[in-house]
């Protein structure tokens, strides 16, 4: 079975502090892939990053850098700076090795950045 | 750019009508998907489909059914509403990817509160 845990409810910062989010999943595939969904007040998921499980670097894009760990199932998503935007629920997601594109999500987490 | 949309934003209905949710996406996708979002669960897929009357039951199909009668539109139907189905709903399409692992591409979300 497989399985995205985010262990983090919700997390309240002030402006200008870093912030990292936990993912950890569980699969027996050995390949994979990994995303890192934005859904501000509006509603709409935002795709923010996609990884394969090939590919272990990590990922730096702007003030969002994204650490992804095989050897601990971690896909660690670190915001910089954090501002008043970036306030929103962050979700992890999995998808694994077949041919229809379902994705395995975690329960989100919550970020308030406050002024 | 992909857009999906939704037909409400906000809907209410009252328990045992026959409720439909729209779902119209025009990029062409194959896979088509209805999630719905509760508060500490994440997202959890209800129903997906990957052609025009093709259906599959994803992991809380229960009083639930879907149509998929032109590739553009996938509708989520609740035959007789019920409290318990009070939540937002969530659409999403992507391209037909085998195994590759594709971002999905969400629309705004429904949330329906059934009184």
């Known amino acids: 079975a497989q399985k995205v845990t985010q262990a983090q409810t919700e997390i309240s910062v002030v402006e200008k502090e870093d912030v990292t989010l936990d993912c950890v999943y569980e699969?027996?595939?050995?390949?994979?892939?990994l995303f890192w969904y934005k859904q501000p007040p509006s509603g709409e998921l935002v795709f923010l990053i996609r990884?394969?499980?090939?590919?272990?670097q990590n990922e730096i894009s702007g003030r969002y850098s994204w650490n992804f760990q095989k050897s601990t199932s971690s896909f660690n998503f670190t915001i910089t700076a954090s501002q008043v935007v970036d306030s929103a629920v962050y979700f992890c997601?999995?998808?694994?090795?077949?041919?229809?594109?379902?994705?395995?999500f975690g329960t989100g987490t919550r970020l308030l950045v406050s002024p | 750019d992909v857009k999906v949309t939704q037909s409400s934003r906000y809907l209410v209905k009252r328990t045992g009508e026959k409720v439909f949710l729209e779902c119209v996406q025009d990029?062409?996708?194959?896979?088509m998907f209805w999630y719905r979002q509760d508060p500490g669960l994440g997202l959890r897929l209800i129903y997906f489909?990957?052609?025009?009357?093709?259906?599959e039951k994803g992991d809380i199909p229960e009083g639930y059914s879907v149509s998929r009668e032109k590739k553009e539109r996938f509708s989520l139907i609740l035959e007789s509403a019920s409290t318990n189905q009070t939540s937002m709903y969530l659409c999403?399409?992507?391209?037909?990817?085998?195994?590759?692992?594709?971002?999905?591409?969400f629309g705004p979300g429904t949330r329906l509160t059934v009184t």
């Open positions: 997601a999995l998808k694994g090795n077949t041919g229809f594109q379902k994705l395995v």
């Open positions: 999403a399409s992507i391209l037909r990817g085998g195994t590759q692992g594709k971002e999905q591409y």
């Open positions: 990884r394969n499980s090939f590919d272990e």
């Open positions: 699969t027996r595939d050995t390949t994979y892939y």
């Open positions: 489909s990957y052609d025009v009357k093709m259906k």
């Open positions: 990029m062409d996708h194959e896979n």
